[in-house]
Nanobody, 119 residues
Framework: QVQLVESGGGLVQAGGSLRLSCAASGNTFTIIGIGWYRQAPGKQRELVAT???????NYADSVKGRFTISRDDAKNTAYLQMNSLKPEDTAVYYCNAGIERYGIQSPYWGQGTQVTVSS
């Protein structure tokens, strides 16, 4: 069994910064790709950023230049550094990881962490 746990969310004023973490725990696993998603009230979940096992990154246009995704495989942890936050960034942020166990790759989701940006 593998679990993903997000942390680092909270309330911040517009223009501020937050750093989200996504920690994976369990036995015998390898993290392949990692993605951060977000879901605002009344809206569909949307992709924010991804990072491959090789470190290649992609970002939604709405966060380019403001957010940075990274990973530390030694700690089985991914991060999302969010700068210059805007009220429209308010959402529940979810971590998603493609995890390989015993030769089988499966997607895992964290429980989400709330980010609220006040104007």
């Amino acid at each position: 069994q593998v679990q993903l746990v997000e942390s680092g969310g909270g309330l911040v004023q517009a223009g501020g910064s937050l750093r989200l973490s996504c920690a994976a725990s369990g036995n015998t696993f390898t993290i392949i790709g990692i993605g951060w998603y977000r879901q605002a009230p009344g809206k569909q979940r949307e992709l924010v950023a991804t990072i491959s096992r090789r470190g290649n990154t992609n970002y939604a246009d709405s966060v380019k230049g403001r957010f940075t995704i990274s990973r530390d495989d030694a700690k089985n942890t991914a991060y999302l550094q969010m700068n210059s936050l805007k009220p429209e960034d308010t959402a529940v942020y979810y971590c998603n990881a493609g995890i390989e166990r015993y030769g089988i790759q499966s997607p895992y989701w964290g429980q989400g962490t709330q980010v609220t940006v006040s104007s």
